[in-house]
């Protein structure tokens, strides 16, 4: 889906030719985007200035029928040119940098797989697969329907140069519409290397009560080393040496004493699904260090790629924010007149005029499709951004745990305290937003509804039977 997607936007000349190549022809590369553009402009002048083609301009529109295609027209020559010319701005650039630093991505997030020896599971991109594309199906029947019905209608009424007023009317729905779809895909991306990065930390989550070290008892607070004892079979079993058998018996209380706060936090707080016990006996057993690559052996690397997806989402989101406010803009526009229409004119007259019918039908249609788009679009941003909050709470879940490896080695904990603090500052600089003016989440819906609510209260007191008396409409 996502490359018909692709396919169809080099078509209509939303995105360069040749985007993921640096060393290509300059004008092969942004000649769509350059013809497509022009020909919009030249029929939106053709039928504005001659007023020969546009349903507008037709006798049989009536005083409503125009005031609605006049709206839908200038309200998508400013969606579609606003959109075009933020495309051309640092549009190939964009791809060229996303596409390497996901490489960079990528191939650690390989490396860390291979350590965790987790590069075989496939079951939960499976399920992700699954999703993904019923979404991508379910938009291209959205607006597969949008375009038969928009196409159809104006073929009975322009016959050959139906395509001329279609240039007008659904074609910068459309475009921005797929714009957002780029958007979708990108975010996805961004949302799925968030998840891998989780998957990773829950490994380490889980392995945090099976995995020990050799004992080494810190003062978490002040970082201080206070004692380092190694217990081994000799020294367990020989109660000759007064002083061995008093710093066994010190050590073998503390690793109870810590093991006794293990259960206790976690049992307040633990994600996974791994709830059998760790029987190990302090006193009659030997405490050696692992050998080889552990799956806490990843935690730098980890929380360098956090850092990486991050900076990621800044330029995706300096990339497609702009392109957002236009298309809310439209989508909120074309959503409350598409209302005022259903309610106030096709349920009184509805049937007794074929291009006004038409006219109400293509706000419904296009004001469900953009609200789908836009929905979409806050759910994958919340997604992405819950996602990479729970990296945090998973880290942090860790260090209250005091696994055995980050009590042998201080450098675990400075780097995961870090880590945690420094996303902090991370959640309070980026979320994906509209440059500045609204947050792409799901508070966007309620302020939404909200304003639409204020607005329909004020249209829906018009009173409509005068005008509709006059044009013949209402005996």
Same mark, same amino acid.
């Given at each position: 889906?996502?490359?018909?997607?692709?396919?169809?936007?080099?078509?209509?000349?939303?995105?360069?030719?040749?985007?993921?190549?640096?060393?290509?022809?300059?004008?092969?590369?942004?000649?769509?985007?350059? +013809?497509?553009?022009?020909?919009?402009?030249?029929?939106?002048?053709?039928?504005? *200035?001659?007023?020969?083609?546009?349903?507008?301009?037709?006798?049989?529109?009536?005083?409503?029928?125009?005031?609605?295609?006049?709206?839908?027209?200038?309200?998508? #020559?400013?969606? !579609?040119?606003?959109?075009?010319?933020?495309?051309?701005?640092?549009?190939?650039?964009?791809?060229?940098?996303?596409? #390497?630093?996901?490489?960079?991505?990528?191939?650690?997030?390989?490396?860390?797989?291979?350590?965790?020896?987790?590069?075989?599971?496939?079951?939960?991109?499976?399920?992700?697969?699954?999703?993904?594309?019923?979404?991508?199906?379910?938009?291209?029947?959205?607006?597969?329907? $949008?375009?038969? !019905?928009?196409?159809?209608?104006?073929y009975l009424t322009f016959g050959n140069l139906a395509f001329i007023p279609f240039m007008v009317s659904s074609f910068p729905y459309l475009a921005g519409s797929i714009i957002q779809g780029e958007f979708i895909y990108h975010v996805s991306v961004i949302s799925q290397?968030?998840?891998?990065?989780?998957?990773?930390?829950?490994? +380490?989550?889980?392995?945090?009560?099976?995995?020990?070290?050799?004992?080494?008892?810190?003062?978490?607070?002040?970082?201080?080393?206070?004692?380092?004892?190694?217990?081994?079979?000799?020294?367990?079993?020989? &109660?000759?040496?007064?002083?061995?058998?008093?710093?066994?018996?010190?050590? =073998? @209380?503390?690793?109870?004493?810590?093991? &006794?706060?293990?259960?206790?936090?976690?049992?307040?707080?633990?994600?996974?699904?791994?709830?059998?016990?760790?029987?190990?006996?302090?006193?009659?057993?030997?405490?050696?260090?692992?050998?080889?690559?552990?799956?806490? $052996?990843?935690?730098?690397?980890?929380?360098?790629?956090?850092?990486?997806?991050?900076?990621?989402?800044?330029?995706?989101?300096?990339?497609?924010?702009?392109?957002?406010?236009?298309?809310? #803009? #439209?989508?909120?526009?074309?959503?409350?007149?598409?209302?005022?229409?259903?309610?106030?004119?096709?349920?009184?007259?509805?049937?007794?005029?074929?291009?006004?019918?038409?006219?109400?039908?293509? !706000?419904?249609?296009?004001?469900?499709?953009?609200?789908?788009?836009?929905?979409?679009?806050?759910?994958?941003?919340?997604?992405?951004?819950?996602?990479?909050?729970?990296?945090?709470?998973?880290?942090?879940?860790?260090?209250?745990?005091?696994?055995?490896?980050?009590?042998?080695?201080?450098?675990?904990?400075?780097?995961?305290?870090?880590?945690?603090?420094?996303?902090?500052?991370?959640?309070?600089?980026?979320?994906?937003?509209?440059? @500045?003016?609204?947050?792409?989440?799901?508070?966007?819906?309620?302020?939404?509804?909200?304003? =639409?609510?204020?607005? *329909?209260?004020?249209?829906?007191?018009?009173?409509?039977?005068?005008?509709?008396?006059?044009? &013949?409409?209402?005996?």
């Amino acid at each position: 889906m996502i490359q018909i997607m692709n396919w169809f936007s080099m078509v209509i000349g939303l995105i360069p030719l040749n985007r993921q190549q640096s060393e290509t022809n300059f004008i092969l590369d942004y000649a769509m985007m350059c +013809i497509v553009p022009i020909f919009y402009v030249a029929c939106y002048l053709l039928i504005n *200035l001659t007023h020969i083609i546009g349903l507008c301009f037709l006798d049989s529109c009536n005083s409503v029928c125009k005031l609605s295609s006049h709206l839908f027209m200038h309200l998508g #020559a400013f969606l !579609y040119l606003t959109i075009t010319l933020l495309s051309l701005y640092r549009r190939k650039e964009f791809f060229l940098q996303f596409d #390497a630093r996901l490489n960079d991505i990528d191939a650690v997030i390989q490396k860390c797989q291979r350590v965790a020896e987790m590069d075989k599971v496939k079951v939960t991109a499976v399920k992700h697969s699954v999703a993904y594309h019923f979404t991508w199906l379910f938009l291209f029947c959205v607006f597969t329907f $949008a375009l038969y !019905y928009d196409v159809r209608s104006l073929y009975l009424t322009f016959g050959n140069l139906a395509f001329i007023p279609f240039m007008v009317s659904s074609f910068p729905y459309l475009a921005g519409s797929i714009i957002q779809g780029e958007f979708i895909y990108h975010v996805s991306v961004i949302s799925q290397r968030f998840e891998q990065i989780n998957m990773l930390l829950e490994k +380490i989550n889980q392995e945090a009560r099976h995995r020990h070290a050799p004992l080494t008892v810190f003062d978490i607070e002040s970082e201080g080393k206070k004692e380092r004892k190694t217990v081994t079979p000799i020294t367990a079993m020989d &109660g000759r040496t007064t002083t061995g058998f008093g710093n066994e018996h010190k050590l =073998a @209380g503390e690793m109870k004493r810590q093991e &006794g706060q293990q259960k206790n936090d976690e049992d307040e707080l633990d994600t996974s699904n791994d709830e059998d016990e760790d029987d190990f006996d302090y006193d009659n057993a030997t405490i050696a260090e692992n050998t080889g690559n552990t799956s806490e $052996a990843n935690l730098p690397d980890l929380f360098k790629l956090h850092d990486k997806i991050l900076a990621l989402s800044v330029i995706t989101n300096g990339e497609f924010g702009p392109q957002c406010v236009p298309y809310m #803009a #439209a989508c909120f526009v074309v959503s409350i007149f598409g209302i005022f229409l259903e309610t106030k004119v096709n349920f009184i007259v509805g049937g007794k005029s074929r291009l006004l019918d038409y006219m109400t039908y293509l !706000y419904v249609i296009w004001s469900f499709t953009t609200m789908v788009v836009a929905y979409i679009v806050l759910r994958l941003c919340c997604n992405a951004n819950n996602h990479s909050k729970q990296s945090a709470m998973i880290v942090h879940e860790i260090m209250q745990k005091k696994p055995a490896f980050m009590l042998s080695n201080d450098l675990f904990y400075n780097k995961m305290k870090s880590f945690t603090l420094q996303f902090l500052h991370w959640e309070g600089f980026f979320q994906f937003n509209g440059v @500045g003016l609204f947050a792409l989440d799901y508070t966007f819906i309620f302020s939404t509804v909200s304003a =639409a609510t204020s607005y *329909l209260i004020v249209l829906l007191q018009f009173d409509m039977t005068a005008i509709l008396r006059n044009e &013949g409409l209402m005996s």
